[in-house]
């Protein structure tokens, strides 16, 4: 019983852990996919939520109380998703909203550059120019949004429990070393220590996750 996070850097294969992770547990698996479905029962327009998760922050972007907003409510929707338990999440922010709770493990999945910009240039069908432009643009973004709306280093190992390189790993195998930190992590809880699954959830926050997780597993875009 036990949530886990996935922050992994472009090409590092994180997102593949992540699924079959939760096809081995038999947990959800989330992404913004899901996150985006809860975040329109708010009233956040898809330009707002794909500027702010696509795009480096700038100064006044950081500032801007509507961004505030809609960080502040990604937040509650991934620490609402997490009260769940038995959950995947797979996210550039989840290990920032949950990183204090004995029950979550906080996964960073990385590999070296020139493996990842390889993965990226057969995975999008690129030059390794273009791989390389693409790889150092997506890290880059989500560097800078941890950093403005966080104020965290997100390449910063000691904010997670585990590490898991890919480089010689395959996803099969990174999901071995998860299951592993996963098994340590609920072995050595301490019993009066924080629990995610313990959190009141606001009850129209509750049915909106819900309906999003209904749908995304009715469709089949979700493991559960």
């Given at each position: 019983?036990a949530?886990?996070?996935?922050?992994?850097?472009?090409?590092?294969?994180?997102?593949?852990?992540?699924?079959?992770?939760?096809?081995?547990?038999?947990?959800?698996?989330?992404?913004?996919?899901?996150?985006?479905?809860?975040?329109?029962?708010?009233?956040?327009?898809?330009?707002?939520?794909?500027?702010?998760?696509?795009?480096?922050?700038?100064?006044?972007e950081?500032?801007?109380?509507?961004?505030?907003?809609?960080?502040?409510?990604?937040?509650?929707?991934?620490?609402?998703?997490?009260?769940?338990?038995?959950?995947?999440?797979?996210?550039?922010?989840?290990?920032?909203v949950?990183?204090?709770?004995?029950?979550?493990?906080?996964?960073?999945?990385t590999?070296?550059?020139?493996?990842?910009?390889?993965?990226?240039?057969?995975?999008?069908?690129?030059?390794l120019?273009?791989?390389?432009?693409?790889?150092?643009?997506?890290?880059?973004?989500?560097?800078?949004?941890?950093?403005?709306?966080?104020?965290?280093?997100?390449?910063?190992?000691?904010?997670?429990?585990?590490?898991?390189?890919?480089?010689?790993?395959?996803?099969?195998?990174?999901?071995?070393?998860?299951?592993?930190?996963?098994?340590?992590?609920?072995?050595?809880?301490?019993?009066?220590?924080?629990?995610?699954?313990?959190?009141?959830?606001?009850?129209?926050?509750?049915?909106?996750?819900?309906?999003?997780?209904?749908?995304?597993?009715?469709?089949?875009?979700?493991?559960?």
């Open positions: 019983m949530v886990i996070t996935i922050s992994r850097e472009s090409g590092a294969r994180g997102s593949n852990i992540g699924q079959q992770l939760a096809e081995r547990l038999g947990y959800f698996y989330v992404d913004r996919e899901l996150i985006h479905e809860v975040s329109l029962e708010y009233g956040i327009r898809q330009d707002e939520f794909e500027h702010i998760y696509e795009h480096a922050p700038g100064l006044l950081r500032y801007s109380r509507r961004n505030q907003e809609i960080v502040q409510l990604i937040g509650r929707i991934m620490q609402g998703l997490a009260a769940r338990d038995n959950i995947v999440i797979v996210c550039r922010d989840a290990f920032t949950l990183r204090d709770y004995s029950d979550v493990l906080n996964v960073r999945v590999a070296r550059r020139k493996v990842r910009a390889a993965r990226l240039q057969q995975d999008h069908n690129l030059s120019k273009q791989a390389k432009t693409m790889l150092d643009r997506l890290d880059t973004e989500r560097s800078k949004y941890i950093g403005a709306f966080y104020g965290l280093d997100w390449a910063d190992s000691g904010l997670y429990d585990l590490g898991v390189n890919t480089t010689r790993l395959s996803p099969a195998q990174g999901v071995e070393l998860v299951l592993q930190g996963l098994s340590m992590l609920e072995a050595n809880r301490a019993p009066d220590s924080p629990l995610v699954r313990n959190e009141q959830v606001d009850p129209i926050l509750s049915r909106a996750i819900d309906e999003a997780l209904s749908l995304l597993e009715a469709t089949g875009r979700i493991a559960a």
